[in-house]
T-cell receptor
Framework: DTAVSQTPKYLVTQMGNDKSIKCEQN?????MYWYKQDSKKFLKIMFS???????INETVPNRFSPKSPDKAHLNLHINSLELGDSAVYFC???????????????FGPGTRLTVT | GQQVMQIPQYQHVQEGEDFTTYCNSS?????IQWYKQRPGGHPVFLIQ?????EVKKQKRLTFQFGEAKKNSSLHITATQTTDVGTYFC???????????FGKGTKLTVNP
C-alpha cells in the first residue's frame, strides 16, 4: 500500500520529445507537490496544488505543465525536453496547507528522467 | 525568498563516531523540518521543530531549534552504517506556502 506512487520510475528519452509523469497519493491529503532534484541533490519545488488548485508555481519553463484531475492525482507533462531537464522528479503530498505548523510532506519514490 | 544555509555539505565518519549537521537562517523561522534521503531513495520526514529552544530525541538522533529560531541542528550519536544518506532541513517562513530545502549534508559511514 504505497502512500505516494509515481510512474514511471525511470524515463529515458531524446531531446525534443514530450513526456508525462504520473503521481497518485492514497493518504487523503489536500496538497500535492512536484520537486526537481538535480545531480547535486539540490531539492527545489516546482509546483504545488491544493484541492486541484495551483497555489505555487516557481520559475519553471512553461514547457512544464502540471495537471490535477482530482486531489489524489498530480501529473507533470513536459514538452520539448532538453538536456537540462535530466534530473529526479519527486511528487509529494501533505495533509493541510493551512495547518499550523505546516505538516510533514510524504514523498513518492521519484522518477529519474534522462534526456539524451 | 527564504534561504537556509546547511553545513557541512559532506561528512565522512568512522562507524561509532558522532555526526552533526547545522542549518542557519538570517531570518526568524516559524518552524523547521528535517528529512533523510537514503542513497537512491526519496526524502523521508524525520521531525518538525516549532518552539524556541526545542530539543527532541529519536533514539540516537537529537534535534535542536535555536532560542532565536534562526538555526537548528541534527546530531547523531555513535553513527551506524544505516545512518548513511543525505540529511535535509526544510523551512517555511511566516505565511509562506512553500517549503524551502537546505542543500543537504551527505553522510557516509566507514564500517
Amino acid at each position: 500500500d504505497t502512500a505516494v506512487s509515481q510512474t514511471p520510475k525511470y524515463l529515458v528519452t531524446q531531446m525534443g520529445n514530450d513526456k508525462s509523469i504520473k503521481c497518485e497519493q492514497n493518504l487523503g491529503h489536500d496538497t500535492m507537490y512536484w520537486y526537481k532534484q538535480d545531480s547535486k541533490k539540490f531539492l527545489k519545488i516546482m509546483f504545488s496544488y491544493n484541492n486541484k488548485e495551483l497555489i505555487i508555481n516557481e520559475t519553471v519553463p512553461n514547457r512544464f505543465s502540471p495537471k490535477s484531475p482530482d486531489k489524489a492525482h498530480l501529473n507533470l507533462h513536459i514538452n520539448s525536453l532538453e538536456l537540462g531537464d535530466s534530473a529526479v522528479y519527486f511528487c509529494a503530498s501533505s495533509q493541510d496547507l493551512s495547518a499550523v505548523p505546516r505538516g510533514e510532506q510524504y514523498f513518492g519514490p521519484g522518477t529519474r528522467l534522462t534526456v539524451t | 525568498g527564504q534561504q537556509v544555509m546547511q553545513i557541512p555539505q559532506y561528512q565522512h565518519v568512522q562507524e561509532g563516531e558522532d555526526f552533526t549537521t547545522y542549518c542557519n537562517s538570517s531570518t526568524t523561522l516559524s518552524n523547521i523540518q528535517w528529512y533523510k534521503q537514503r542513497p537512491g531513495g526519496h526524502p523521508v520526514f524525520l521531525i518538525q521543530l516549532v518552539k524556541s529552544g526545542e530539543v527532541k530525541k529519536q533514539k540516537r538522533l537529537t534535534f535542536q531549534f535555536g532560542e532565536a529560531k534562526k538555526n537548528s541542528s541534527l546530531h547523531i550519536t555513535a553513527t551506524q552504517t544505516t545512518d548513511v544518506g543525505t540529511y535535509f532541513c526544510a523551512v517555511t517562513q511566516g505565511g509562506s506556502e512553500k517549503l524551502v530545502f537546505g542543500k543537504g549534508t551527505k553522510l557516509t559511514v566507514n564500517p
